[in-house]
């Protein structure tokens, strides 16, 4: 029978946050595969740090979702938020899914036609739309969500220039009871510049008005402000069908659905507190049947979820880098993945694991990412076993924005791997090296010499 390695007894101050009814867990399941491959085999080919995709749980979680608003509704379409994971294999496997694209940027537009999406299958938001990008989308007869009356003033003049009806909608911002209201974006409600703008757009014979869009807020927990924001934009287009005798073809109620991750500071975690797809399809869905909308006219309920979509998709793993201990006796681990790479730890408190199995003992423990700054804290406080330097950890529900948001400061950034359906991986993004990073410089001519 083989010995037990000694552990060490400590004397410990519970101070990672207040217990719940079930008291403070204390044993961390280590995680050694995704969909069957092994992490550490994963590192050891691809180097560490090394994000890593699940298809599988893509595919998955995007039928899942259209599912519970295809069964309430008649008509749904998704389009994937560009802005939450632009990597090309992201979206291709939700346009390959039958979603849609939804863009913010000139960017994110041309990358979607590169990705083979027809312009007619873009929607086209944000504030910051360049008049190259507007000529373009004009053309393309792409959906231009039309965010301020500067803008929809210039779509105007250049329809006339081009001799070309634009396919255009408005965002509207509202009170849904969310505080504080996102009221940045688009035409308000209340105040009637939204119905202001819609009148406007009638009155033109250039403009082509073919939805509403709103977009309440991010990391939404209330499905009751959904209800109340498809209320709002189906007594709109009731008010044009009265008004104007015109039938839009979609409602967009945006994204901002909550993804399972643990906002920092929230007393229970996120897998047990945001609400599910159904939950989200039942009040949406529901204030639109319930509307004084006609049942043969019924507009496609449009979706542009992102985080809910993707977050669950997303590993970020890699390497212990060193222990120590901090001023007040807590254990400090550095790893090899700071927020450089992570953005999101600054919202979220992450659900970090061991790969390999460990001792049942933790302590109340600060995670660092290994960049010269203070704020590079994964977790501030958690409690955690010991990993040595050389183990391994991995960090789950990351798919959402890290890979849109990181940043190439002090380290560079790694690869990114996909496992397919049928468990084959696939680098889907290389590694950044030197390289990568002086192709974009250009030295002028006088600093070439250098002398010592």
């Known amino acids: 029978m083989t010995k037990l390695a000694f552990e060490r007894p400590i004397i410990q101050r519970i101070n ?47 039928r899942d979702a259209h599912r519970a608003f295809s069964t309430r509704y008649p008509n749904v379409q998704f389009a994937w938020s560009y802005k939450t994971n632009y990597l090309n294999a992201v979206c291709r496997t939700f346009h390959q899914e039958g979603s849609w694209a939804e863009v913010v940027s000139g960017f994110e537009y041309d990358k979607a036609i590169a990705n083979g999406v027809p312009p007619e299958y873009i929607l086209f938001n944000g504030p910051d739309k360049t008049r190259d990008d507007l000529q373009k989308a004009i053309k393309n007869q792409s959906f231009i969500h039309i965010d301020h009356f500067d803008e929809l003033y210039e779509i105007i003049a250049l329809t006339k220039e081009l001799n070309q009806k634009a396919r255009v909608a408005i965002r509207v911002n509202m009170d849904t009871g969310i505080y504080p209201q996102w009221d940045r974006f688009g035409f308000n409600y209340e105040n009637g510049e939204a119905w202001d703008a819609l009148n406007r757009i009638m009155a033109s014979t250039q403009l082509e008005l073919v939805g509403l869009h709103t977009h309440i807020g991010t990391y939404m927990m209330s499905t009751e402000a959904y209800k109340t924001a ?223």
């Not at 008291?23 to 180097?47: A, D």
């Not at 659900?351 to 001792?359: C, G, L, N, Y």
């Open 16 to 62: 990672a946050g207040l217990p719940s009814k079930y008291g403070l867990p204390r044993h961390i399941e280590p995680l050694s595969h995704i969909e069957g491959v092994s992490i550490r085999e994963l590192l050891s080919r691809y180097g560490s740090p090394l994000f890593i995709l699940s298809e599988s749980t893509i595919r998955r979680t995007y």
């Open 230 to 452: 498809a209320a709002k934009l189906a007594a709109l287009a009731v008010g044009l069908e009265r008004k104007h005798k015109h039938h839009i073809r979609y409602i967009d109620i945006g994204g901002g659905f909550a993804s399972r991750n643990t906002l920092r500071g929230a007393y229970y975690p996120g897998t047990d507190t945001a609400p599910s797809f159904d939950d989200f399809a039942e009040a949406i869905t529901s204030a639109l049947m319930s509307s004084e909308l006609k049942p043969e006219t019924l507009p496609m309920l449009i979706l542009e979820t992102g985080r809910a979509l993707i977050d669950d998709a997303g590993y970020l793993t890699g390497t212990v880098l060193a222990n120590k201990r901090l001023a007040d006796g807590r254990r400090a681990t550095i790893i090899d993945a700071g927020v450089n790479l992570l953005f999101t730890s600054f919202w979220y408190d992450h659900d970090i694991r061991p790969v390999e199995a460990t001792s049942e003992q933790t302590e109340d423990t600060t995670i660092y990412g290994p960049l010269c700054m203070n704020i590079d804290v994964i977790r501030g406080s958690i409690l955690f076993p010991l990993l040595k330097k050389g183990d391994h950890f991995v960090i789950k529900r990351v798919g959402a924005y890290n890979n849109t948001q990181w940043l190439q400061f002090i380290t560079l950034r790694p690869k990114v791997v996909m496992i397919d359906t049928q468990g084959q991986v696939h680098v889907v993004r290389k590694e950044e090296k030197l390289e990568t990073i002086n192709a974009q410089e250009v030295v002028p001519v006088h600093l070439d010499k250098i002398e010592w």
